[in-house]
Every structure is written in C-alpha cells, then in structure tokens.
C-alpha cells in the first residue's frame, strides 16, 4: 500500500509513529520559514494588480484546478482580464512561459494546457511564480489567478482561497510525512475563502472550528471521443457496461466516485499525478471502450495510437458548479485597491 493510503485515514497509523519527529521537524521548519517572510528576512514581491492564490494545505488533488478555471471564466464574463500562474509539471519550468492550447503538455504540463484550453486566457508557467507573474501583467492582464501555491510566499497576495475535497478532508491530521498536510488545519483559519469540493463520498465535517465554507461540484456533461473532438456520446452512453478507467491526477478515486455515480462497471486503472503516459501504459488485451479525465486525455491524444484503439478512448467532459455567493464575495474583494 501506499504512504497516502495510511494518511487518510481517521487514525495514526502505527507504521507512519516512527516518523512523527520528521514531522515535528517540518513544522518547525514551517513556522521558521512563515516568519522569516513576517519579519522582512525574505521578501515577498508585490504587484499593482489583485494576485488570487487558489491552493490546499493537504498533499493530492483537492480540485484546484476546476475552481480556477471556473472562477476565470465568470471574471472575464464580468469584464476583468485574468491571467493564471503556475508551477508548471514537476516544478521544470524555469524560465517564465506562455502556455497555449496548442502547447505539449510533456514539455509543460498538463494542467497549464488543461487551463488554457477551457479559458482561453493567458498562462504563465514557472517555477519561480514571481517571474509568471510579472509576465501576465506584460501581457496585459489586469488579475492573476494562481493555481496551487498557498505555501510560496515569495508571491504577495491579496486574496487566498483554499480548497477541501470532503471524500478525505485532512485523514489522520498530521503534518508531512507522517500525514498528508502541507500546514497545521489552523492555516484555515488565515485564508478569505474556504472551499469544500462535495462528493458522493463526503466524511463528516471537521470545519466547525474554522470560518464558514462555500460549495463546489463536479458535474459530469458528456463524453468526448479523446482523438476526434467533433464525436461526443451522452452520459448513459456507458451505463451499466464495462469499462476500463484511466486516472492519472491528485485524487484518481474522485474521478472513480463520477463513474460509479453514472451507473458505469468499470476496471480502475489509477496512475500518478503527472504521470507521463506511454501507450504500453493503456494497451489492453479485451475491447473494452476506455474511458478517462480530460487532463489525462491531453496527454494521450498525443500517443500515436492505431486507428482502432483511437475510436475506443473516450474522457468525461465535467463543468465546476460553484457557490453564486462566493463569486460576488471574490468580485467584490478584488475591485479594491490592491
């Protein structure tokens, strides 16, 4: 079993005790690092126009990425010009990039793709968030949006969000790597907005002592052909056949948890976050149609698969419902002074 299999659970586990001192030393580590920013020791670059950060204090997906690209889309229907920031895939980006739909996700990343495609907005990636930063406003962007990046303060911010899957919440509590947090559940506490992402699987809500939560949802709309992009099927499509499902992101079990709720029989093929497809990785030995998320389809779509194995691989198409109140509550904030 994996280590973040241990982590989320309610408990602590007695294989992860030993590693209870490594974690004491990471949050010390945490404190030190937080106040050298307070007290001036390192510094923190600012801009001229509102810097959003959207993150999580817990290791693995949490749906960062749907709410940004929900939230970019209602500003620039709201007439605000929106740039995203990110990290770029395993942290390789080192000089600040514009990402466009039409850029390889392997040189990259996935998600800046993923972004790009369903916003259209400009898409900086770089390790130093900074530079991406500085390189949206270039381009013209009057607000930056930064995917991820909750514990890099080098990045002044004016607002922080911080999204919660409720299937997992915070399992065992801990801090890395005795459990799967980034920084002590009190850093809740510091953000203006705490999103909880709801599933079918929700646990019981461990937020009471924080300030009051709003809502996201995944809803699934269509299936989309991941080599033809004219070819859709409805969702009952697969209903009640079998399917083979790929999952290469932070949480492979949300997307699971969608295809259980479309009545869908399905083999789970989970895959890491990032993980660098290759086409040995989805050659299967049956006919079974395959189906998978559109981040991971970015990817494959560029697999020079035969045309038999092209018409069977199909990704699941979802919209981000987010809570109307938290959209007002952002728009407003951010039409301050910075």
Known sequence: MSLESYWYRSYLHPLLIPLLPFSLAFGFIIRLRRWSYRLGLKKSQRFPIPVIIVGNISVGGTGKTPLIITLANYLK?????????????????????????????????????????NTACPVAACIDR????????????????????????????????????????FGNGFLLPAGPLREPIARLNEVDFLVVQETDQALQSP?????KPFYM?????????????????????FCRQKVHAVAGIGNPQRFFDLLTRLQIEFIPHPFP??????????????????????????????????????KKQWFLRVTTKVSSELKHALLELISKPC
């Open 273 to 310: 976050d990032h993980h660098r497809y290759k086409m040995n990785d989805l050659a299967f030995s049956d006919q079974l149609p395959l189906v998978m998320t559109e981040k991971d389809a970015i990817k494959c779509k560029r697999l020079a698969f035969d045309e038999a194995s092209k």
């Open 77 to 117: 229907e709201q007439g605000k010009k929106p740039g995203i920031a990110l990290r770029g895939v395993g942290g390789k980006i080192k000089k600040a990039t514009l990402i466009t739909a039409n850029s390889n996700p392997f040189e990259v990343g996935d998600e800046a793709v993923l972004i790009a495609i």
């Open 217 to 237: 949802q995944l809803q699934p709309q269509t299936f989309q052909s991941t080599h033809f992009p004219q070819q859709t099927l409805a969702l009952s499509s």
């Open 130 to 169: 900074p530079a991406a930063a500085q390189l949206l406003q270039k381009a013209g962007c009057d607000l930056i949006l930064c995917d991820d990046g909750l514990q890099h303060y080098a990045l002044a911010r004016q607002l922080e969000i911080a999204v919660i899957d409720s299937s997992r919440y």
């Open 207 to 211: 937020l009471s002592k924080t300030k």
